[in-house]
């Protein structure tokens, strides 16, 4: 009976298959759902670099993206602040290390004090030629009333001392809320050299709400951006270690010392710091570039800022880490929290004497890529260029601002920073010039272990390469000048073609 019923279970559906299909009914056939394949952030990064990266690297761009693909090199540097600092330099050079500094770049004192001549030279002559072009300005300018300049002048210097005398223990409130405008307004009044239009422009400047302040992306297009020669002085303090070109060996662990200090493997970021300079560090969180900052000693006062309050403590505890707490470097420090990417609210105008702006870009983590993200990631670069015309609002006149991504985007890199200097030069009157950074270049090329690439139209752009895989890091320097100085610049690069004409013309 069993038997049968076996039989039964076994012929049954076949003979409904043929009735079914004699008969001419559909069959139906059973089918697997189909799964999406899984897209991981890199995945999604890849694509993207290949459409837009292939074109401009060209033939370039596969070992650039295979080295983005394979393990990153870091420089290690030793902490000052450590007790053990000279033992950790040598623990550094057992390792196989070479020096960055002496060794690779050979900055040494020599070096130093001939870079520091140079420096005062051309800072002479361009004195010296400025007040002899300026005398009938100067006048004009003076005319306006000394006494607010000197009781401007007498805040501002008490607004630093505050700044000094407040550390990591506390945030340090703005001192200088003013309406946008009168306080580069009076400060330009003892700068030389302003011409009509952008001295009455900062006389009437007015309140610019974020609303009202649009980035189209084309602003920088038809405006002239000229490149000034530059000398920059480096920091002989700063002990870098770094494994020769095809080495790709890590560091260990830093260790912690009897004052619970530790050494640091931190990026590089190379800053023309003098020892009186204010420093602004406008996006400082996760700390690495403002640890740097505090490595080479020549600073007055740096202040970290940060949006975020999650990020400020991050912040607070690299620091914490890293510098001790009762050591007179903890008090120079000042933490703050506002929003750079607002020109309604920020209210740091014209305060420091060097700014280092960096912004996140557009790189695998947090998976930006996505679909979802789209709009965030669009938006990167008119979040950038708001921040970026921040910067420029907050440095004062002959000071630097720093501007560096880790992406190779032209968009977050070199069209930023002509937008903004353009927008910057309409609605708010300031006139910069890039400081070029090709000496740097070729004194970090002539190490081995960097590689730039040659197609950046502004500023310098570290390409990753598997021999010596740093980067991709762009770095670009602008300064804020007066019209003279930039008038005088374009006199001296006159002077110089008519010079070079003259002798050709002898020959």
């Avoid at 690495?288 to 900052?293: D, E, H, N, Q, V």
């Amino acid at each position: 009976m069993y038997h049968k019923f076996l039989q039964i279970l076994r012929f049954r559906p076949a003979l409904f298959e043929q009735r079914a299909a004699k008969s001419g009914a559909p069959r139906f056939k059973p089918r697997m759902a189909r799964v999406k394949p899984l897209r991981t952030p890199t995945m999604l990064a890849l694509d993207n670099f290949d459409f837009y990266y292939g074109p401009i690297f060209g033939d370039k761009w596969p070992s650039v993206r295979l080295a983005l693909l394979s393990r990153k090199k870091f420089v290690a540097v030793a902490n000052r602040f450590s007790a053990n600092f000279e033992s950790n330099k040598e623990i550094l050079k057992s390792l196989g290390t070479v020096n960055l500094m002496e060794d690779q770049m050979k900055i040494g004192e020599q070096t130093t004090n001939r870079i520091e001549q140079m420096k005062r030279k051309l800072d002479k002559k361009a004195a010296e030629s400025a007040n002899e072009e300026e005398e009938d300005e100067e006048e004009e300018s003076q005319s306006a009333g000394d006494g607010d300049d000197d009781q401007q002048f007498d805040d501002d210097s008490d607004d630093i001392a505050s700044r000094l005398g407040d550390g990591l223990a506390q945030f340090q409130p703005s001192a200088n809320e003013i309406v946008h405008g009168t306080k580069e307004f009076k400060r330009s009044k003892r700068s030389k050299g302003w011409d009509k239009g952008a001295y009455e422009m900062l006389n009437t400047k007015r309140v610019i709400y974020d609303s009202s302040f649009n980035v189209t992306g084309l602003e920088g297009v038809d405006e002239p951006l000229p490149t000034v020669e530059d000398v920059l002085l480096y920091p002989r303090e700063l002990a870098l270690f770094s494994h020769p070109r095809l080495c790709i060996d890590g560091f260990p662990e830093p260790l912690k010392d009897r004052n619970n200090i530790s050494s640091s493997v931190l990026p590089v970021l190379a800053l023309d710091l003098r020892d009186d300079d204010v420093v602004l560090d406008m996006c400082a969180s996760p700390g690495g570039k403002s640890l740097m900052i505090l490595q080479t000693g020549k600073f007055a006062s740096l202040v970290c800022n940060d949006s975020s309050l999650f990020r400020l403590g991050e912040l607070r505890r690299a620091l914490a880490l890293h510098v001790p707490a009762k050591s007179e470097v903890s008090s120079q420090v000042i933490l703050k929290r506002k929003d750079a990417a607002s020109v309604e609210s920020w209210t740091e105008t014209e305060v420091y004497d060097k700014v280092r702006q960096i912004r996140s870009a557009t790189v695998d983590e947090g998976n930006i890529f996505s679909i979802e993200l789209s709009t965030d990631r669009l938006n990167l670069p008119q979040l950038q260029t708001r921040m970026m015309v921040n910067a420029l609002r907050s440095v004062r006149v002959g000071g630097s601002v720093v501007y560096s991504t880790c992406t190779l985007s032209p968009t977050q890199n070199e069209m930023v920073v002509e937008n903004a200097c353009a927008l910057a030069r309409t609605h708010y009157g300031i006139k910069t010039v890039e400081r070029s950074l090709k000496k740097m270049e070729n004194r970090l090329t002539n190490t081995g272990l960097f590689q730039f690439s040659a197609d950046c139209r502004r500023g310098s752009l570290l390409l990753p390469t598997l021999l010596s895989n740093f980067g991709p890091t762009y770095i670009l320097s602008k300064r804020w000048l007066n019209m003279q100085f930039l008038r005088l610049q374009q006199k001296k690069k006159r002077d110089k073609a008519a010079k070079k004409g003259r002798l050709l013309t002898m020959k």
